[in-house]
């Protein structure tokens, strides 16, 4: 497989330059191509973000999508236009939805102290803590006995999860997790498997790795899909293996939760972590939902108000239930933004679906079809995914190629290893590579429109076939445009 390398390796990084040296850094015809996208020059203001307008949304109708704060966000590009924002970064961080910002607003007016306070505000509040952790109950399909814990994030999900296992668990999990699933657990206690070339492959390696050892407490740790190439990994199969075999199961559905529903039983997993920012609520919390009794019986996750049953000069006794995991006072906005995303979401999941299968399809078709862009794959072809795909471009750094689809065309992607070091290494094991491994992620979602993907493909198209319009260096924060004019600086919001 090939990686992508600078076209010009001869000097030292901190100095290094490509493109059109000495051109004054005009567009080519790729700027021009995209006119549909284009709006008159005009530095964009901190009023036009926050006011922008919901570009074909209609929110509430049936079967519509649910629409999301930053449609028809203005982006400067080096040009000197202005164009609609094309978010094809939803994998990292969600834009809010609009009816997640209307809870907000509303939840902000009565906001108050959660479990403490008689007063109205705070027994109001109180009350939507609670329907929020409901809520959230109802998005996974959680059954009688299971805990909702409200975290910051998924990676402090999975790290109240660590520390909650019986001291004895062994824990199983493929080297493919992003590192929030991979890091967290005793090196002592667990096994990493190795990345599997396809579904039937993850079931083989997994029904092994468990039928060759014994243990009382035993925890596979899975994820929905991958965060780097979108996958869909075979849950219910490696879960039904894992139940056999008397091990418990935990979903990081990190990524999936956004573009799936979730049933924790008819998955047949024990417990289901993800994130509120990447669900469309980027408002800092998280959930861990799963089986009460590890839970009840761990020493609590934060020790401090809130957890604790009784406190005396003798000792302490805590709660059961997730206030026993939820010390201090807890992120209700937070909570109130997850469970409105959760509520928007489970209410439009055939529309949601059915626009990210087109744009999806559209994408990996697209991709397929340019020359010298190659995706990366775990299952290979085929495989049913999320619509989300991690490519190079030969002779091109990852990094200069995100750089060059946002200062030139106003796209927000991702580069370099995602957080899961060691899935990018064994997808792009070149042995020649000059560059270090990394690749180039886009992901859709409910701020991405077809013209978003299409102007995506075509820029892609340019890179590959003549490399970027304009210059660019390499300095201490990664690639960037030489001589670059825009007005980055937007009015502060506060
Ligand atoms: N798991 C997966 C699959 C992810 O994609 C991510 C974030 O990218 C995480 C876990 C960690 O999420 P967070 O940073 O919200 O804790």
Known sequence: MSIATLHDHSSPPSSRRTGLSGTGGRAGSAGRERLRAVRPAAAP?????EGSTLAGSTAGSPGALPPVVSAGLPVPTLDGAVVDYANLDHAASAPAL???????????????????GKGFA??????????????VARFVGA??????????????????????????????VFESEHHAALLPWNPKRTVRLPVPGSARDAVILL????????????????????NVTGELWPVADLARVARRLGARVALDAAQLAPHRAIDVGSLGVDYVAFSGHKLYAPFGA?????????????????AGGGATRTVASAGTTWQTGPARHEAGSPNVIGAIALAAACS????????????????????????????????LSIFGPGHERLPVAAFTIEGLEPGLVSAALSAEHGIGVRDGKFCAHLLVDALLDDPYAAA???????????????????????????????????????????????????????????
Do not use: C, M
């Open 45 to 49: 203001s901190g009023d036009q973000v």
């Open 98 to 116: 609009v009816s997640v910002k209307k809870a907000v607003d509303a939840a902000s007016r009565t906001y108050s102290s959660v479990h403490r």
């Open 122 to 135: 705070s027994q109001v509040t109180s009350r939507w803590y609670e329907q929020a952790r409901e809520e």
């Open 143 to 172: 059954r009688e006995g299971d805990h909702v814990v409200f975290t910051r994030n998924t990676t402090d999900s999975l790290n109240l999860l660590a520390r909650a296992l019986p001291r004895d668990t062994t824990v199983y």
């Open 207 to 226: 029904e092994s790795a468990l039928a060759s050892a014994r243990g009382r407490h035993r925890l596979v740790v899975l994820s929905g899909a991958s």
């Open 286 to 302: 998280g959930v861990l939902a799963g089986r009460g009794d590890w839970l009840d019986g761990a020493a609590p996750y934060l």
């Open 344 to 375: 928007a979401l489970a209410g439009q999941r055939e529309a949601i679906e059915a626009h990210e299968q087109v744009l999806g399809a559209r994408l990996e078709e697209g991709l397929a079809a340019i020359d010298g862009v190659e995706s």
């Open 436 to 494: 270090p491994a990394s690749a180039v992620r886009v992901s859709v979602g409910l701020g991405t429109t077809e013209e978003h993907v299409e102007r995506l493909l075509a820029a892609v198209a340019q890179l590959a076939a003549t490399g970027p319009a304009w210059e660019y260096e390499l300095g201490p924060e990664g690639w960037a445009p030489v001589r670059d004019e825009r007005n980055l600086d937007l009015t502060r919001p506060w």
